[in-house]
């Protein structure tokens, strides 16, 4: 089975702790073979970017929409750097959303991810996203229950909206074990250069991890449509983790199959008034 | 000399028709040298840009303004993704300005400007920039002559107001001849995979180059302040225009020498709450 058919969450109810988050699905190579993997597919995933930018710039509406969400320490950071790293920064828009402003809180909870939505061409990344109205805002009770309740519909049929209109939306569950956060965790402790990555606070959410664990498991089945399916990622595993997204991402395009476009001028006749110019100084 | 002083425009009237474009200031090395440089600055950019990163997010508000400027051709891309592509996609906003909307026309030229500006700890490109309102914004006579003179001042008094605020702004003129600029429009004839980059309407501004230069000549002398200086990058050489943009942020960054944030929390206790909390699953 193919990595991304293995990681394809299946439809119906979702019970994130029977996944193993140690797993390499679809992969049997060891560390070094899944990072000679990735790194193989640099070329073919930066051409295939850049056919994609290229069509954008002529016309073209398609875009990818690449969404990672995962627990702190899953690795979102990580896996940008890994694998949006190896494509044309020119074509990529990453936004990281943080706790909402007061300005975004005054709007309806989509008002701030419709305004980040990459162009045509662009490989747009959430770092976070408007998922987060659903797990922290379920979990810390951010908004009325029933308002929580609205939002996974509003989500499906934004997103039905953003296919509809040529965006290709690839969601990754990056999935850690409590263990492991725990272990990302006190490493940060242990290395001066990460301590601006941790924060207090992070230490505390752990306490509600099985209420973080139950509110994904309900984002993940109500939100898993056919437009815009659910990858589940085990990412205990870095290297992994990053080689799944690459797949996931160099999947994608290869479906999209995008194409040089073509001359919308005459190639002998512009080449003609090139060699034939006034000379120019 | 450095690259650096090599590049930096000195004060006083611009003759751009003097400078060479096909010259390697600073630099005494082949071709393949200068490459092997650029790649071995790539981990100490990478790691400067992420301190800097993370002195944003913990309240730092210093940043980098890198623009590029130069005529189609001249590289603004490709140097992009030899050069920012070095550092983590997180950390770097770009921009690419096109010819302006009608609703940014509506606005002074500087409106858009300001609304792309990087956060804190960000590294902001701009592919092009306000530098086009007094460039084709001169030679196309965009504005009425009185508006384009008041321009220079508003972009000293603006770069000024950036400085104030914390962000180093780096400006690299990309020079080429006119006869390189012909020999890659042929080129892109020449290769369907980047006909969409080409536009018969190059051709047609070649007629103005006389003009575009006299129109860089004035922006450049106007604007080369202290606190926001030119480098003026010769750039028929792919590689050494890499070379010379990624040393110039190198540079920069190691100037700003952005530290690790310290921790403000107490690492003793966050290691100890960690340990011994409750099991968590």
Redesign the interface.
């Known amino acids: 089975m193919s990595i991304r058919d293995a990681l394809r969450l299946p439809a119906g109810p979702v019970d994130l702790k029977s996944i193993e988050t140690d797993a390499a699905p679809g992969y049997d190579g060891k560390k070094a073979d899944g990072e000679a993997a990735l790194a193989a597919m640099g070329p073919e995933l930066a051409d295939l970017q850049e056919r994609l930018f290229?069509e954008g710039?002529?016309g073209g509406t398609r875009n990818i929409l690449l969404v990672l969400q995962g627990m702190d320490t899953s690795g979102k950071?990580g896996t940008?750097?890994h694998t949006?790293?190896l494509v044309?920064?020119?074509g990529?828009r990453?936004t990281?959303f943080k706790a909402p402003t007061e300005e975004e809180r005054s709007h309806d909870f989509l008002w701030r991810i419709e305004r980040a939505l990459p162009g045509p061409g662009i490989l747009g990344v959430f770092?976070r996203s408007h998922y987060e109205d659903v797990l922290i805002g379920r979990v810390r009770s951010l908004a009325p229950p029933e308002e929580i309740e609205r939002r996974y519909g509003a989500i499906n049929d934004f997103e039905r909206r953003l296919a509809d209109s040529g965006t290709t939306v690839v969601k990754c569950m990056l999935h850690i074990?409590?263990?492991e956060q725990?272990q990302r965790?006190?490493a940060r402790?242990d290395d001066?250069?990460k301590?601006?990555?941790?924060n207090?606070g992070d230490?505390d959410e752990?306490?509600l991890?099985?209420e973080y664990r139950a509110a994904y498991d309900l984002a993940l089945e109500k939100t898993n449509t056919e437009i815009a399916p659910w990858y589940v990622i085990p990412a205990d595993k870095k290297w992994y983790r990053n080689l799944a997204v690459g797949t996931l991402l160099l999947d994608t395009l290869r479906d999209l199959d995008p194409q040089?476009?073509?001359?919308d001028?005459d190639?002998d006749v512009?080449?003609a008034?090139?060699?034939d110019?006034?000379p120019?100084?």
């Open positions: 290229a710039r002529t950071g940008l750097r949006v790293g044309d920064p020119q990529v990453i990281s770092d074990s409590a263990e725990k965790l006190l402790l001066p250069s301590y601006w990555k941790f207090p230490i752990r306490a991890w099985g040089w476009p073509p001359a001028f190639v512009e080449r008034r090139l060699l110019e006034t120019v100084e």
